[in-house]
């Protein structure tokens, strides 16, 4: 057994599917003799394949981005010609008779050790490079999908060290039935993954995956973050009796999807969907969101082989519209950097990602990009599928007016350049994403330049804890429900109501029931989530008045602790929704 952080509520039991960081199952058995030359020409054609991609990148990232930034694709290139490091993985094949992705794994943990003990720049940087390849050559050697294209349907429990953006991309069409991670927290990105797929997930289950292979069976209980590897029979018996109460409870809750968002005092409130693209959208209708509230361009980017064009960003942007439930869109400019990179828009590796180069920084050095994706915007709005359709325009981690002012300019700039080469485009409302702490505290001031407010709950918290979200060790100060955070987000809120701009939170706080009670009582109407939990706090708004949701509120702001507030909370979401409980996380 395994604690960790309770992450995604619910029950599952399955087998595990374990990933590796870079390595998705590679194959340990001993090859045969007969077998040594076809596996050699499956890693030659991996090779090929590689290398082909990384050449169609350096020729879009030239025409799109600038030739600058084509340096890291033509380094990455040269890994692959680089007679040192393939005449490794031969001799692993060769020699030793291992398969071309335990061949590769072995290698790249040689060149990984020799990356820490390393002092030398230059070296650590070609090494890092060495790190993007063999991720690329491990994704042609090991798809998590058949060869067919076609996804495996038996759903698994996803047990790995950490859950990392490349692989949520991969493992789009892969059956889940629960997601445990070693490190991670309450918003890392196994945990936004499994609630908006709605199932259950654990994270900081430290020493899981030295204790699960693939096929174990594995207990996932994502209300208080047990897990249990190899059940004994009563465990089993038991944990698959509140995994059925799970799903039944989950599929009539589904069945509200028509039903108005509404309170019980008849108090109508707007239910939208974060999503990361098409299929999201449609997931969105199919569980009764008012619209999209997020669209999260940046996995378009991270899920192309190459480089989006601005023909194919209108081609993606219309298609969400058309998917979206009431053609209502916000679409989120890029939000990359963090632990979210692309090698086009730079390769530095920073102390500290989360507080640098990333977001609308990164949009800003490369104006030409980010003006590209502005017009996608602005013509999909224009186009048949946009032209009814709520759209807005979101800029996510916006620090101060001088970003504002200069963002407008932009936006001016783009529907000139249209209107010039005579492109059919249509301006739309923006707004800012509410997430560094300096523009929580000049709100008032920004509320002039823009049209509305998104808070985005997952980021503003980390900061205001200066707490890094997906570490485990300081997890109990990255919490949402903690007084200073309350304070913080009542302010917000109640300045754009008084100022009488839109306001919404689109982070993992409004699918949560504790704190979407304390939001309803800030006086939050509009609240954006993963798709799968719409129905849950739709059926908590139904039985909570505005009156009791205050109530609350004003009985947790005399509280001086996190845990006084969930515990507060906590009791008294129990005492108006019972019916709730197995989809709530205790932690």
Known sequence: MRK??????GVAVGQAYCVDEIFVNPEH???AEQEVFAEWCRFEKACERTSAELRALQQKVSRQVGKDQVGVFQSQEAILRDPAFIGKVRDQIVRYLRPSPAALEIVFKEYDQLRAKTKDAYLKQRLLDLHDVVIRLSGQLSPLLKEDGAPDETPRVLVAKELL????????????????????????????????????????ARGVCDHCANGDLIVVDGRNGTVIVHPDPEQESAYRKLQREFVDL????????????????????????????VEDAQAAGAMGAGGVGLYRTEYLFLSHPAVPSEEEQLANYRQVIAAAPGKRVTIRTLDLGGDKTIPFLGHDREANPFMGWR????????????LEQIRAVLRAAAAPEGADADITLLFPMITTLEEIRRIRAMVRKAGKQLAAEKKPYRFVPFGLMLEVPAAAFTIESLLREVDFVSIGSNDLVQYLMAADRDNPKVSHLCEPLSPPVLRVLQRVIQSCNRAGKPVNL?????????SFVLLLGMGLRTFSMSPALIPTIKDLAAQITLEQAAAVMSDVSSQRTTDQVRKLVGRRVHELAPNLELLESSN
């Open 250 to 277: 989950r599929g009539k809750l589904a069945e509200n999807r028509d039903r108005p968002a509404r309170t019980a005092d008849g108090v109508e409130l707007t239910l939208l969907a974060n999503i990361n693209g």
């Open 359 to 370: 977001s609308i920084r990164l949009s800003f050095e490369h104006p030409e990009f980010f």
């Open 165 to 204: 953006p490349w692989h949520i991309v991969a493992i789009g069409g892969l059956a889940l039935s629960g997601i445990v991670t070693q490190t991670g927290g309450r918003t890392s990105h196994a945990a936004i993954l499994a609630r908006r797929r709605g199932i259950p997930a654990v994270t900081a």
């Open 506 to 514: 689109c982070g993992e706080m409004a699918g949560d029931p504790r």
């Open 29 to 31: 058995t001993q090859l």
């Open 4 to 9: 960790g952080i309770g992450v995604s509520p």
